[in-house]
């Protein structure tokens, strides 16, 4: 029912900075959880960043605090990842995800946009 597509990704060189973008369709996007995950080759999927409905909460994974930033615009049915400081192990498929409160699981994934920070 719910439709994400990530853009943003690319190829940027250690220390710089990307902005990864993920338009969802459906009227109920400003009602879920919205988070950001990724997956290196070899490795599993694992998770980067998680904001609420109202912008008022946000978590990060450990690598990432104080580089990655999550926000969005339910007005425009978007969430960002703006990602600074970026390092080589940064590199990975990034996946934006929604979850309804109180799921066990996020319920829609994006298609994955490719980060590949060069050293």
């Known amino acids: 029912q719910v439709q994400l597509v990530e853009s943003g990704g690319g190829l940027v060189q250690a220390g710089g900075s990307l902005r990864l973008s993920c338009a969802a369709s459906g009227r109920a996007f400003s009602t879920y959880l919205a988070g950001w995950f990724r997956q290196a080759p070899g490795k599993e999927r694992e998770f980067v960043a998680v904001i609420n409905w109202g912008s008022t909460n946000t978590y990060y994974a450990d690598s990432v605090k104080g580089r990655f930033t999550i926000s969005r615009d339910n007005a425009k049915n978007t969430v960002y990842l703006q990602m600074n400081s970026l390092r080589p192990e940064d590199t990975a498929v990034y996946y934006c995800?929604?979850?309804?409160?109180?799921?066990?699981?996020?319920?829609?994934w994006g298609q994955g946009t490719q980060v590949t920070v060069s050293s």
């Open positions: 995800a929604l979850q309804r409160p109180g799921a066990r699981n996020y319920d829609y």
